[in-house]
C-alpha cells in the first residue's frame, strides 16, 4: 500500500503540466499559482500540504475548475484521462465535475444544500451523472451512506443537513463525492473543522472507501500528522510554487528543501519532549512581493548568492524532487 | 520562585447557560426549560510560574472555564481563588479592578480580537490607559514600544493598524497587550490554533520565553495535544464539561489512564510511524443539553459495565493521578 506507484507519463490519471493561476487586478497581475506541475497515478493518495496562502486550494480549485473570477488559468495544462480539461466549455466540465472528479471541502454544512433531504441531494446527484430509474438511484443513494458508516441509512435519508453531527455531514458529503464512482477525488482540508476523534474516523474512512473503488485522491491540508497517515506521496507547497515532491515518508524523515526541513521541526511532536520548537523566521511573502530567486531565500538559513538571483525549478535530490539549488551538482553545494 | 500556596485554585467551578425556547414558546407549545451545563463541577490548582493545559474536543467547556477564570462570566456554582482571595467576590469591589489587571486572557482569533481603527500604539496602550498605571504620553509610547520589543516586534509598528501585519504578528499584538498591566495570571484560549504552524512555532517560543523571564503563570487551553505537550506542566483533559483525567505532563503522556485520555492520544495522527493502523474509537460528543447517565463517556467507552451506566464517576485521586473513571478505580483497566 505504501509503494509508490510508477508515474509514467502514459499512465497517470491527471496531469498538471507548468500549471499558472492569476489573478488580474489594477495594480497588474498577480500570479497566485507559477509552474505547478504533478501527476497522480490511479489510486494514489497525493497529500498537498502548505501553510496559508500557499496556493494549495487554488491548485484543487484550478483542478475542478471552479476558479473564483477573476482569477484564471494564465498557462499550462491540466489534464485528465489523457485529455485536456483545463480550456473546457463550463457545461463540458459540470459534467466532468462529479462524474470523474469528486469534491469533498472543509465545511460540511456550506457543503450541503440546508433546504433539501440528504436523500433527494444524493439521489440528484446520481441521476445528474447516470442513467438510472429513480428507484435504482434511490438504492444506490442508501448504499452510499452505508458504505461511509451511517447507521440507518433509509431514515437518514429522509433527513435534512442540519440533523447530522459535523462528523456525519462530513460522511454525506464524501459520499456525495462519491456518488457518480469518480475516478479522482479532491479533498480540500477533509478533516479541518472535525475534532481529533472525529476526524480520525474521517481519514480511515477516506482511506478505504478509495482503496475499495481504487479511486484517486488528492488531499489538500496543512496538517502534517494527517498526511503522514494518510498519502503516499506528498507536494510541499510554498509561495504559490512546489517546493518539494516525493513519497510521503522521504518528505517527512529526510527533506531535502530547507523550507520543508524547518516546517518538519517547527511542528510539535506529540512523541518527544523538546524545550524550543524550531521556528521559522519571517513570514510567507505576499504575492505582489514575491522575491527574486527562490522564493523562500530571505528566511532560508543556507540562502547562498544563486539563491536571490535565480528561481530554481525541481531538481532531484534523493528520493524526492525540490527546489533547491543545494541540489544542483554541478555548481556544487556551498552550504 | 514557588511558594507554598497554588497561585490558581479553582473550587467546583460551574457554569449553566439558559437555553429555554423563549417564553411565548413554553407557554404555547409546552416546550420545557433547558439548561446547559456547559462546566460542571471543575476542580484545579495551579502553582505560580506553572502551565496547566485544558484539553478536549469542541464543546467540551474549555473555553466557558477560560471565561470563569478572568471574570467575563460568573459562575453558577464554585469559584475561583486567586492569590488566597476569592476571585469573584474581588471583581465586584473597586479594587477587583486592580485584581483584573494580575489576569490577563489572550483570545484565539486574532482577527477578531483586536479593533481593526485602531492603531497598534491604542490597543496595546488601551490597559494602561484604563487601569491609570501610566497616564504620561510619552511614558505610555515607551511602555508601548517595551512591550513590543518584548514579544519580538519592533517599536516602530506601533503606528500601524492590524490589517497590516500577518496573523502570527497580531497574535503577538495581543500578547503585547495581555502583558501590558504586568499581569502574574494568563489564561490562553487557544493561542495558535488560528496560526499555521511555522509561525504557531514562534508564538509558542515566545510564551516560553516570557514565562521564563517574568513567572508568568498560564491556563493554556487547546485541543492539540502535541501543542500542550510542548508548553505544559500539568494537563487536565476535558470531557463534557467535566475534568475526566488532571496529571503533571510526563505521566499524563507517558501512561494515560483514562480511556477518553488514551482515546484522545492514539486519535491523533503521528509524523513518525506512517502506515501504523489504528481502530478510532466510534461515536461522537453527545449532545451536552441530554447527556449520557452515569459516566458521560460511557456511550463511547470500550471498558464500559452498569455502574458506569448508573453512577457518575468522582475526581479521585488513584497512584498521584486524579482520575474518574470507574473502571480505573476498580483497576480493570
Given at each position: 500500500?505504501?509503494?509508490?506507484?510508477?508515474?509514467?507519463?502514459?499512465?497517470?490519471?491527471?496531469?498538471?503540466?507548468?500549471?499558472?493561476v492569476?489573478?488580474?487586478?489594477?495594480?497588474?497581475?498577480?500570479?497566485?499559482?507559477?509552474?505547478?506541475?504533478?501527476?497522480?497515478?490511479?489510486g494514489?493518495?497525493?497529500?498537498?500540504?502548505?501553510?496559508?496562502?500557499?496556493?494549495?486550494s487554488?491548485?484543487?480549485?484550478?483542478?475542478?475548475?471552479?476558479?473564483?473570477?477573476?482569477?484564471?488559468?494564465?498557462?499550462?495544462?491540466?489534464?485528465?484521462?489523457?485529455?485536456?480539461?483545463?480550456?473546457?466549455?463550463?457545461e463540458?466540465?459540470?459534467?466532468?465535475?462529479?462524474?470523474?472528479?469528486?469534491?469533498?471541502?472543509?465545511?460540511?454544512?456550506?457543503s450541503?444544500?440546508?433546504?433539501?433531504?440528504?436523500?433527494?441531494?444524493?439521489?440528484?446527484?446520481?441521476?445528474?451523472?447516470?442513467?438510472?430509474?429513480?428507484?435504482?438511484?434511490?438504492?444506490?443513494?442508501?448504499?452510499?451512506?452505508?458504505?461511509?458508516?451511517?447507521?440507518?441509512?433509509?431514515?437518514?435519508?429522509?433527513?435534512?443537513?442540519?440533523?447530522?453531527s459535523?462528523?456525519?455531514?462530513?460522511?454525506?458529503?464524501?459520499?456525495?463525492?462519491?456518488?457518480?464512482?469518480?475516478?479522482?477525488?479532491?479533498?480540500?482540508?477533509?478533516?479541518?473543522?472535525?475534532?481529533?476523534s472525529i476526524?480520525?474516523?474521517?481519514?480511515?474512512?477516506?482511506k478505504?472507501?478509495?482503496?475499495?473503488?481504487?479511486?484517486?485522491?488528492?488531499?489538500?491540508?496543512?496538517?502534517?500528522?494527517?498526511?503522514?497517515?494518510?498519502?503516499?506521496?506528498?507536494?510541499?507547497?510554498?509561495?504559490g510554487r512546489?517546493?518539494?515532491?516525493?513519497?510521503?515518508?522521504?518528505?517527512?524523515?529526510?527533506?531535502?528543501?530547507?523550507?520543508?526541513?524547518?516546517?518538519?521541526?517547527?511542528?510539535p511532536?506529540?512523541?518527544?519532549?523538546?524545550?524550543?520548537?524550531?521556528q521559522?523566521?519571517?513570514?510567507?511573502?505576499?504575492?505582489?512581493?514575491?522575491?527574486?530567486?527562490?522564493?523562500?531565500?530571505?528566511?532560508?538559513?543556507?540562502?547562498?548568492?544563486?539563491?536571490?538571483?535565480?528561481?530554481?525549478?525541481?531538481?532531484?535530490?534523493g528520493?524526492?524532487?525540490?527546489?533547491?539549488?543545494?541540489?544542483?551538482?554541478p555548481?556544487?553545494?556551498?552550504? | 520562585?514557588?511558594?507554598?500556596?497554588?497561585?490558581?485554585?479553582?473550587?467546583?467551578?460551574?457554569?449553566?447557560?439558559?437555553?429555554?425556547?423563549?417564553?411565548?414558546?413554553?407557554?404555547?407549545?409546552?416546550?420545557?426549560?433547558l439548561?446547559?451545563?456547559?462546566?460542571?463541577?471543575?476542580?484545579?490548582?495551579?502553582e505560580?510560574?506553572?502551565?496547566?493545559?485544558?484539553?478536549?474536543?469542541?464543546?467540551?467547556g474549555?473555553?466557558?472555564v477560560?471565561?470563569?477564570l478572568?471574570?467575563?462570566?460568573?459562575?453558577?456554582?464554585?469559584?475561583?481563588?486567586?492569590?488566597?482571595?476569592?476571585a469573584?467576590?474581588?471583581?465586584?469591589?473597586?479594587?477587583?479592578?486592580?485584581?483584573?489587571?494580575?489576569?490577563?486572557?489572550?483570545?484565539?482569533?486574532?482577527?477578531?480580537?483586536l479593533?481593526?481603527?485602531?492603531?497598534?500604539?491604542?490597543?496595546?496602550?488601551?490597559?494602561?490607559?484604563?487601569?491609570?498605571?501610566?497616564?504620561?504620553?510619552?511614558?505610555?509610547?515607551?511602555?508601548?514600544?517595551?512591550?513590543?520589543?518584548?514579544?519580538?516586534?519592533?517599536?516602530?509598528?506601533?503606528?500601524?493598524?492590524?490589517?497590516?501585519?500577518?496573523?502570527?504578528?497580531?497574535?503577538?499584538i495581543?500578547?503585547?497587550?495581555?502583558?501590558?498591566?504586568?499581569?502574574?495570571?494568563?489564561?490562553?484560549?487557544?493561542?495558535?490554533?488560528?496560526?499555521?504552524?511555522?509561525?504557531?512555532?514562534?508564538?509558542?517560543?515566545?510564551?516560553?520565553?516570557?514565562?521564563?523571564?517574568?513567572?508568568?503563570?498560564?491556563?493554556?487551553?487547546?485541543?492539540?495535544?502535541?501543542?500542550?505537550?510542548?508548553?505544559?506542566?500539568?494537563?487536565?483533559?476535558?470531557?463534557?464539561?467535566?475534568?475526566?483525567?488532571?496529571?503533571?505532563?510526563?505521566?499524563?503522556?507517558?501512561?494515560?489512564?483514562?480511556?477518553?485520555?488514551?482515546?484522545?492520544?492514539?486519535?491523533?495522527?503521528?509524523?513518525?510511524?506512517?502506515?501504523?493502523?489504528?481502530?478510532?474509537?466510534?461515536g461522537?460528543?453527545?449532545?451536552?443539553?441530554?447527556?449520557?447517565t452515569?459516566?458521560?463517556?460511557?456511550?463511547?467507552?470500550?471498558?464500559?459495565?452498569?455502574?458506569?451506566?448508573?453512577?457518575?464517576?468522582?475526581?479521585?485521586?488513584?497512584?498521584?493521578?486524579?482520575?474518574?473513571?470507574?473502571?480505573?478505580?476498580?483497576?480493570?483497566?
Amino acid at each position: 500500500m505504501r509503494s509508490t506507484p510508477v508515474c509514467g507519463k502514459h499512465m497517470s490519471l491527471l496531469q498538471v503540466k507548468n500549471l499558472m493561476v492569476e489573478f488580474p487586478g489594477r495594480r497588474g497581475t498577480l500570479r497566485a499559482l507559477d509552474d505547478i506541475s504533478f501527476d497522480i497515478a490511479p489510486g494514489e493518495i497525493l497529500g498537498v500540504v502548505g501553510e496559508s496562502g500557499a496556493g494549495k486550494s487554488l491548485t484543487g480549485a484550478a483542478i475542478i475548475g471552479l476558479l473564483e473570477p477573476p482569477g484564471r488559468i494564465g498557462g499550462g495544462q491540466i489534464l485528465l484521462e489523457g485529455q485536456r480539461i483545463d480550456n473546457l466549455p463550463y457545461e463540458q466540465m459540470r459534467h466532468i465535475r462529479g462524474r470523474k472528479i469528486g469534491a469533498i471541502f472543509q465545511d460540511p454544512l456550506t457543503s450541503l444544500n440546508p433546504l433539501y433531504t440528504v436523500g433527494r441531494q444524493l439521489i440528484e446527484t446520481i441521476q445528474t451523472h447516470l442513467p438510472v430509474s429513480n428507484a435504482e438511484a434511490r438504492q444506490r443513494a442508501i448504499s452510499l451512506l452505508q458504505d461511509t458508516g451511517i447507521s440507518a441509512a433509509e431514515q437518514r435519508m429522509e433527513h435534512f443537513p442540519h440533523q447530522f453531527s459535523g462528523g456525519m455531514r462530513q460522511r454525506v458529503v464524501i459520499a456525495l463525492a462519491l456518488a457518480a464512482e469518480p475516478k479522482l477525488i479532491v479533498a480540500d482540508e477533509p478533516t479541518t473543522a472535525l475534532d481529533v476523534s472525529i476526524q480520525a474516523q474521517i481519514i480511515m474512512l477516506l482511506k478505504s472507501i478509495c482503496k475499495n473503488r481504487s479511486a484517486a485522491v488528492m488531499l489538500i491540508t496543512h496538517d502534517m500528522g494527517v498526511i503522514a497517515e494518510t498519502c503516499d506521496r506528498v507536494a510541499v507547497m510554498y509561495a504559490g510554487r512546489i517546493a518539494e515532491i516525493g513519497p510521503v515518508h522521504e518528505v517527512i524523515n529526510h527533506p531535502a528543501h530547507p523550507y520543508t526541513e524547518g516546517l518538519m521541526a517547527a511542528i510539535p511532536d506529540i512523541t518527544l519532549d523538546r524545550e524550543r520548537l524550531n521556528q521559522i523566521d519571517g513570514a510567507m511573502p505576499r504575492l505582489n512581493a514575491i522575491p527574486q530567486g527562490c522564493a523562500f531565500n530571505p528566511r532560508c538559513p543556507k540562502v547562498f548568492e544563486r539563491c536571490r538571483q535565480e528561481r530554481p525549478d525541481l531538481l532531484a535530490a534523493g528520493a524526492t524532487r525540490a527546489a533547491c539549488w543545494l541540489h544542483d551538482v554541478p555548481v556544487g553545494v556551498t552550504a | 520562585m514557588t511558594s507554598v500556596a497554588p497561585l490558581v485554585q479553582a473550587h467546583d467551578l460551574a457554569k449553566t447557560f439558559d437555553v429555554s425556547p423563549p417564553w411565548l414558546n413554553r407557554v404555547i407549545e409546552g416546550k420545557p426549560r433547558l439548561m446547559l451545563n456547559a462546566v460542571d463541577g471543575v476542580s484545579f490548582e495551579i502553582e505560580k510560574g506553572k502551565t496547566l493545559a485544558l484539553v478536549g474536543e469542541s464543546g467540551c467547556g474549555k473555553s466557558t472555564v477560560a471565561k470563569l477564570l478572568v471574570g467575563l462570566y460568573q459562575p453558577t456554582r464554585g469559584g475561583l481563588t486567586f492569590d488566597g482571595q476569592d476571585a469573584h467576590a474581588a471583581f465586584k469591589t473597586p479594587q477587583g479592578r486592580q485584581l483584573r489587571s494580575r489576569i490577563q486572557m489572550i483570545f484565539q482569533d486574532p482577527y477578531a480580537s483586536l479593533n481593526p481603527r485602531w492603531v497598534v500604539e491604542e490597543i496595546v496602550g488601551e490597559p494602561l490607559r484604563e487601569h491609570g498605571l501610566i497616564t504620561d504620553e510619552a511614558q505610555l509610547k515607551a511602555k508601548v514600544g517595551d512591550l513590543l520589543k518584548s514579544v519580538g516586534l519592533s517599536p516602530l509598528d506601533m503606528v500601524k493598524y492590524p490589517h497590516q501585519f500577518s496573523g502570527g504578528q497580531r497574535q503577538r499584538i495581543s500578547i503585547a497587550r495581555a502583558l501590558a498591566t504586568e499581569p502574574e495570571f494568563l489564561v490562553c484560549d487557544e493561542p495558535t490554533s488560528a496560526l499555521d504552524v511555522s509561525v504557531q512555532a514562534q508564538v509558542l517560543n515566545i510564551m516560553k520565553d516570557l514565562q521564563r523571564e517574568r513567572g508568568l503563570t498560564y491556563l493554556f487551553i487547546s485541543h492539540n495535544l502535541a501543542v500542550v505537550r510542548h508548553v505544559s506542566d500539568h494537563v487536565g483533559v476535558m470531557y463534557l464539561g467535566r475534568l475526566v483525567e488532571l496529571a503533571d505532563k510526563q505521566t499524563l503522556f507517558a501512561a494515560p489512564r483514562h480511556p477518553y485520555t488514551r482515546m484522545l492520544l492514539d486519535a491523533i495522527p503521528k509524523m513518525h510511524d506512517t502506515g501504523h493502523a489504528r481502530t478510532p474509537v466510534q461515536g461522537e460528543v453527545p449532545n451536552p443539553l441530554n447527556p449520557p447517565t452515569g459516566c458521560t463517556f460511557h456511550p463511547r467507552c470500550p471498558h464500559v459495565n452498569d455502574r458506569c451506566r448508573a453512577e457518575r464517576p468522582q475526581l479521585l485521586s488513584i497512584q498521584g493521578v486524579k482520575i474518574a473513571c470507574h473502571a480505573v478505580e476498580e483497576g480493570r483497566i
